[in-house]
């Protein structure tokens, strides 16, 4: 088989359910709510172009399941039905040209930024941030629990608007992540300890999900396949928790790393030699694969269409995933299997001066700005001046 072949082949998940072909549009934080959390036109006009480009499946970025808790303001919430329709249609648009439509649920624990009124996660480590972020207060027993509860209802909300599967936010630092990790976690209840009691909290969400979207529907994980943080989730407990995870049936076990602290699924822990062999995670999803069956997914740094036809065809995972490239080439996959591309590298967005270089944020910037331009239905603009983005960043936050 060629390339094309490979990569255009539809994969049933072990619920049933037919994913189109071998591509998976990662989540990105789009920011671009309407205040309440409710859906934009801005995101609808997103998600329709996305979802002309071929994509098997499009992961839509963070959504909230409770609006004291935001990662960023724009963010939507999903803890209950009053936004229906605007779901609804968004599943619509998105799904209209065969892609199948994800919603990531996510709760930011203790990287809820400091305007919001509480911050909660396992235990109270706050982030070296601490201009940033407060002090997290401990979740009770209770509080646990209630989370659980709005996870399942998220993933149901999802379904009843006709969206085709959902994925837990485990990975990145986020509530899940920070069960799951050592450095985070250092309840003494039945949520922290061991790794069979740290890794209580996914599985428990997956338990709500799965209880009430019934077995058809599919459900996904992202997961570190490490913390990279010494004394922290390591890549054992990572494959342990995967292997708990697949016996109680899950769907998809999407493979990145890293957390606000050590930003691994942006590539700044990799040596130059693991980043020009695209794949991040190459090295762990190879482990992964020997313990279990279920399908993986495996996103950070692909970019070249040959590179992702050999790891599909070498066995080594069962769908490709990449984010920032989607956002400066909407209709990659379409491009991709179309003959028009055979990469996805993308300008950096760098001014030239290191000590700005060095933070990154610029790239984030420039990530934004083109979902932005794709949401008011213009062109994007891979070529935009870095400078340019610096000055409205600063013109932004005075």
Partial sequence: MNA??????????????EIPNRFIKSAMSENNADRGGKISGRLLKLYETWGEGGTGILISGNVMTDSRAL??????????????????????????????LWM???????????????????????????????????MTDEEVMDQIERYGNTAAIAKKAGWKGVQIHGAHGYLVSQFLSPITNKRTDR?????????????????????????????????????????????????????????????????????????????????????????????????????TSKPLLLTGGFRTFDTMAQAVANDELDFVGMARPYAVYPHLVKEFLE???????????????????????????????????????????????AWKLLFRYVRKSM
């Fill in 71 to 100: 990662n960023e303001k724009r963010n939507i919430v999903v803890e209950d039905e009053s936004d229906l329709e605007g779901l609804r249609k968004m599943g619509e648009l998105a799904q209209a040209h065969g892609s199948h």
């Fill in 191 to 291: 949520w922290g300890g061991s790794l069979e009691n740290r890794a209580r909290f996914p599985l428990e969400i997956y338990r709500n999900m799965r209880a009430k979207v019934g077995p058809d529907f599919p459900i996904g994980i992202k997961i570190n396949s490490a913390d990279f943080q010494r004394g922290g989730f390591t890549e054992e407990e990572s494959l342990e928790v995967i292997d708990l995870l697949s016996a109680e049936g899950i769907d998809m076990i999407e493979v990145s790393g890293g957390t606000y602290e050590r930003a691994a699924m942006m590539g700044s822990t990799k040596k130059k030699s693991t980043q020009e062999r695209e794949a991040y995670f190459a090295d762990f999803i190879v482990k992964a694969r020997k313990r």
């Fill in 4 to 17: 094309k072949e490979i990569l255009s082949a539809s994969f049933t998940l072990p619920c049933g359910t």
């Fill in 104 to 138: 990531q649920i996510n709760h930011p624990g203790r990287q809820a930024p400091n305007w919001n009124k509480e911050t909660v996660s396992a235990s109270d480590v706050q982030l070296p941030m601490k201009k940033m972020f407060d002090k997290p207060r401990p």
């Fill in 339 to 385: 003959g028009k591309r055979t990469e996805a590298n993308i300008p950096a967005a760098k001014t030239g001066l290191k000590f700005i270089d060095k933070m990154g944020f610029l790239e984030i910037v420039y990530f934004a700005e083109q979902m932005k331009l794709i949401g008011l239905g213009k062109p994007t603009d891979p070529s935009i001046s």
